[in-house]
């Protein structure tokens, strides 16, 4: 059974840093495509920043992410990462990440990922 356990949120300054942390049991990621997803209130849940297998080792970022925002993966660890730098108040929401099995989807489209962590809150304010 695949478990993802992300770690690492909570309340930031505007300007500050982050790093999330998901953590998978059952499932060796460099094997899986993996993201990162966030969710603010009232909003749709929108893909921020994914992986393919390690294999292919290509990244998609969402417009708003890019260069603030790195996805990197631990393969010895298991364990897949998110650095946010720069953050901005519109970035606070839960954040969740996310692996997919299907043997085709679309990088970053949730409906295509079909195992899900707990999610962590991200706040950023003053």
């Known amino acids: 059974q695949v478990q993802l356990v992300e770690s690492g949120g909570g309340l930031v300054q505007p300007g500050g840093s982050l790093r999330l942390s998901c953590a998978s049991s059952?499932?060796?990621?460099?094997?899986?495509?993996i993201g990162w997803f966030r969710q603010a209130p009232g909003k749709e849940r929108e893909g921020v920043a994914c992986?393919?297998?390690?294999?292919?080792?290509?990244?998609y970022y969402e417009d708003s992410a890019k260069g603030r925002f790195t996805v990197s993966r631990d393969n010895a660890e298991n364990t897949v990462y998110l650095q946010m730098n720069s953050l901005k108040p519109e970035d606070t929401a839960v954040y969740y990440c996310a692996l997919s099995t299907l043997l085709h989807f679309k990088l970053c489209a949730s409906d295509d990922y079909d195992h899900w962590g707990q999610g962590t809150q991200v706040t950023v304010s003053a």
């Open positions: 059952g499932f060796s990621l460099n094997h899986y495509a």
């Open positions: 992986l393919r297998t390690s294999h292919e080792n290509s990244a």
